[in-house]
């Protein structure tokens, strides 16, 4: 993770998390700590927030009669998590996600799992409408403490260049 300081007045400094365009390296991977350990309340309460009423992901008498014998993690829910962890290395300075393409759900996820993520930068380029802009498009890996591959999916965003990121530039 880039992590900068700025000088905001005597003795007073200021952390600034993720990446300018300039610090993408295509062909990189940066590997995206701390991990989460998923909760059976994570489970519950983001499934239903989310209105989700497949019984799969909070009836564990129901589940337990599925291939799995008991409850899945709500795989929106492990998409969040997995994007939410690359947030302060890839996009903390990003100005807009661009889109998502290819998410694979490549295995099962269960309370109790320890999630992992990295990315891999596949892209990038200056934008031809924005000069102080560029374009980065990674391949986001979520895995198991043991190694389990559970999703994949490619990300494209658009971040500034140096010196024009809103804390680069804000005052306060």
Same mark, same amino acid.
């Given at each position: 993770?880039?992590?900068?300081?700025?000088?905001?007045?005597?003795?007073?400094?200021?952390?600034?998390?993720?990446?300018?365009?300039?610090?993408?390296?295509?062909?990189?991977?940066?590997?995206?700590?701390?991990?989460?350990?998923?909760?059976?309340?994570?489970?519950?309460?983001?499934?239903?927030?989310?209105?989700?009423?497949?019984?799969?992901?909070? +009836?564990?008498? %129901? $589940?337990?009669?599925?291939?799995?014998?008991?409850?899945?993690?709500? &795989?929106?829910?492990?998409?969040? /998590? @997995?994007?939410?962890?690359?947030?302060?290395?890839?996009?903390?300075?990003?100005?807009?996600?661009?889109?998502?393409?290819?998410?694979?759900?490549?295995?099962?996820?269960?309370?109790? +799992?320890?999630? %992992? $993520?990295?990315?891999?930068?596949?892209?990038?380029?200056?934008?031809? &409408?924005?000069?102080?802009?560029? /374009? @980065?498009?990674?391949?986001?890996?979520?895995?198991?403490?043991?190694?389990?591959?559970?999703?994949?999916?490619?990300?494209?965003?658009?971040?500034?260049?140096?010196?024009?990121?809103? +804390?680069?530039?804000?005052?306060?």
């Amino acid at each position: 993770m880039v992590v900068e300081r700025k000088e905001v007045g005597p003795n007073r400094y200021r952390e600034s998390f993720g990446r300018h365009f300039e610090d993408f390296v295509v062909g990189d991977v940066y590997e995206h700590r701390p991990g989460r350990t998923i909760s059976e309340a994570d489970n519950t309460w983001f499934t239903l927030l989310t209105m989700n009423t497949h019984p799969l992901h909070f +009836d564990a008498a %129901y $589940a337990a009669k599925t291939e799995f014998g008991r409850p899945l993690v709500n &795989s929106a829910l492990t998409l969040a /998590i @997995v994007a939410g962890m690359s947030v302060s290395d890839l996009s903390q300075k990003a100005i807009a996600n661009l889109g998502w393409n290819d998410i694979r759900l490549t295995a099962p996820v269960f309370a109790g +799992d320890t999630l %992992y $993520a990295e990315s891999e930068v596949l892209s990038k380029r200056e934008s031809k &409408s924005r000069p102080n802009q560029g /374009i @980065v498009t990674v391949k986001t890996t979520g895995a198991k403490d043991d190694g389990t591959v559970f999703m994949t999916y490619e990300r494209t965003f658009l971040v500034p260049k140096r010196g024009h990121a809103v +804390d680069d530039i804000a005052d306060g």
